[in-house]
């Protein structure tokens, strides 16, 4: 089994910026990828960034650019980068890992981020 824990969410003002850790636990060695999703207040939660093991990250085109997914294998560890925040990137941030023969991704329990000023 996996498990997975986020930090580093917070408080930020707009134009700031934020770095999203996620350590993974358990049975690491069956982790092919780990990402990063976000739900906002009233809205459905959306895909940010992945990553997989050979280092390939992914992005979908609405999170060019000021999202960077990046990895630490010693420390088993993820990192979301959020530059430039926005009020709009006020949502919840879950980190996710996939697991070899696991029919379904192992979920965080979700860092808040809030952006206001």
């Known amino acids: 089994q996996v498990q997975v824990v986020e930090s580093g969410g917070g408080l930020v003002q707009p134009g700031g910026s934020l770095r999203l850790s996620c350590a993974a636990s358990?049975?690491?060695?069956?982790?092919?990828?780990m990402g990063w999703f976000r739900q906002a207040p009233g809205k459905q939660r959306e895909l940010v960034a992945t990553?997989?093991?050979?280092?390939?990250?992914n992005y979908p085109d609405s999170m060019t650019g000021r999202f960077t997914i990046s990895g630490n294998s010693a420390k088993n560890t993820v990192y979301l980068q959020i530059n430039s925040l926005k009020p709009e990137d006020t949502a919840v941030y879950y980190c996710?890992?996939?697991?070899?023969?696991?029919?379904?991704?192992?979920w965080g329990q979700g860092t808040q981020v809030t952006v206001s000023s």
């Open positions: 996710i890992a996939f697991e070899k023969g696991s029919t379904s991704p192992h």
């Open positions: 358990g049975n690491i060695d069956s982790i092919y990828a």
């Open positions: 990553i997989n093991i050979l280092g390939t990250t």
